[in-house]
């Protein structure tokens, strides 16, 4: 290798781990499922985003598993060329439907949706307010789109004004803002009500990242516009069919206006190859199971998962942060005290990652969890009698 490249490469680790944020993959060979293998070890999940089980649902790997007999394995090209299956339009019309919106389109997962939507949309003549706590995808679609950026302080709504006024002041084309539906790391929900209506009054476009809400929030899981009941107020939508959908991908939810737009001008809809049949025709069965009782059924399940086991977690003395929602951090603050936390539990059998910096700010290391409908009250039992041994030997409560 050029020495130059190795060099690089070489001290750039040997920061890293000299700063304990060195990042080691774990890799599963089972099922993505409440108890996953990891080596020779099977352990209670905790890490997952899997929310409502729907990577191993049996209607859904039905369903891929016929597309993929009659349909073949790829899609052969990109959207714009050759690769728009019928498949992908059912898809993209169930959504509509399940959103509540005129048109969505699909993108290979939620990544690229918001860099394809922001890049898209904005210039450097315009720009971008942004929660400072908002999802990497956001940040990356915003830096490509060269718009300025105005970061306001996380959920803070007079920050938010004093930024906005900021904005204005700059004249620019278009102000967008944009915020998570739900905060990732933090599981906080976004207070759109007061978003919305701030948006209103300066006239900025909205959008919202509903990735950790699609399927957990909302009515049959419609999201966080649905929970507070905003229908017609948010201009863009983004959904991600990665995690409670359990396929992968994401989509805009929006007019047909801006999915025409979005058709012409959206990169990664014009540059990379569309969603094999399979995945789609899983994805359309997901919808479909979130509309139906049984969807109902395992939301309200996911729902009691996270109140009780985040209701233990607190007497026990844990320090779960703003969590609102089924995600559920430990918050440990130094990165090598979170790394060993996770480190004992995963010898005592239990799946919770460690998240440092750059992932969460330095200083705030955490392991983040996440609880399931598919999580029996034993499996929560399990891995909360784990963490209240370690976490005492470890002195952390
Ligand atoms: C996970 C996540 C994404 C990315 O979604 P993928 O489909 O995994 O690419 C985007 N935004 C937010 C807020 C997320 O949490």
């Known amino acids: 290798m050029k020495n130059i490249l190795e060099m690089f490469l070489m001290s750039n680790l040997k920061q890293l781990e000299e700063e304990n944020l060195l990042t080691y993959l774990k890799v599963i060979s ?7 293998d990891i080596g020779d070890r099977r352990l209670l999940n905790l890490s997952s985003n899997n ?18 007999e009659k349909l073949g394995v790829g899609s052969g090209a990109v959207r714009t060329i050759a690769g728009t299956l019928q498949l992908h339009m059912e898809l993209e019309k169930e959504l509509a439907h399940f959103k509540q919106v005129e048109s969505t389109l699909v993108f290979q997962s939620g990544y690229a949706t918001n860099l394809g939507i922001i890049q898209a949309l904005l210039t450097e003549n ?34 938010l004004e004093e930024k906005l006024v900021e904005a204005r002041n700059l004249k620019p084309g278009k102000v967008l803002l944009v915020t998570d539906g739900v905060f990732s790391m933090d599981g906080d929900i976004a207070p759109l009500p007061e978003i919305v209506k701030l948006a209103d009054s300066f ?17 049959n899981g419609r999201g966080s516009i649905d929970h507070f009941n905003l229908h017609g107020r948010v201009d863009i939508q983004v959904g991600t069919l990665s995690k409670a959908l359990g396929t992968m991908g994401g989509y805009v939810a929006s007019s047909g206006l801006l999915v025409n737009y979005l058709i012409q001008r959206g990169r990664p809809m014009l540059f990379s190859t569309s969603h094999p049949p399979g995945v789609v025709a899983a994805t359309i069965t997901a919808v479909k199971i979130l ?55 995963f010898q ?43 976490g005492k030997k470890l002195g952390i409560i």
Do not use: C
């Open 126 to 159: 315009d720009v971008i307010v942004s929660d400072s706590l908002n999802h990497a995808s956001i940040i990356d679609g915003a830096r490509l789109s060269r718009a300025k950026i105005l970061v306001y302080q996380h959920t803070d709504m007079e920050n």
């Open 30 to 36: 089972s099922p993505q499922g409440p108890w996953v």
């Open 51 to 68: 929310y409502l089980g729907f990577n191993t649902h049996p209607l859904m790997i039905k369903s891929a598993i016929e597309a993929t």
């Open 291 to 345: 509309k139906s009782p049984e969807g109902e059924h395992l939301i309200n399940t996911l729902w009691e998962n996270t109140t009780y086991y985040k209701g233990r977690l607190a007497i026990m003395g844990f320090n779960t942060g703003i969590s609102q929602t089924p995600i559920i951090p430990i918050i440990i603050g130094e990165a090598s005290l979170a790394r060993e936390f996770s480190q004992k539990l």
């Open 348 to 390: 005592e059998g239990v799946f919770a990652q460690s998240i440092t910096f750059p992932t969460v700010p330095r200083g705030k290391a955490r392991l983040r969890t996440i609880v399931t409908a598919t999580h029996s009250r034993d499996d929560l039992d399990f891995a909360l009698n784990k963490m209240e041994t370690v």
């Open 203 to 219: 006239e900025a476009i909205l959008m919202v990242d509903d990735a950790h809400s699609s399927g957990v929030l909302g009515r």
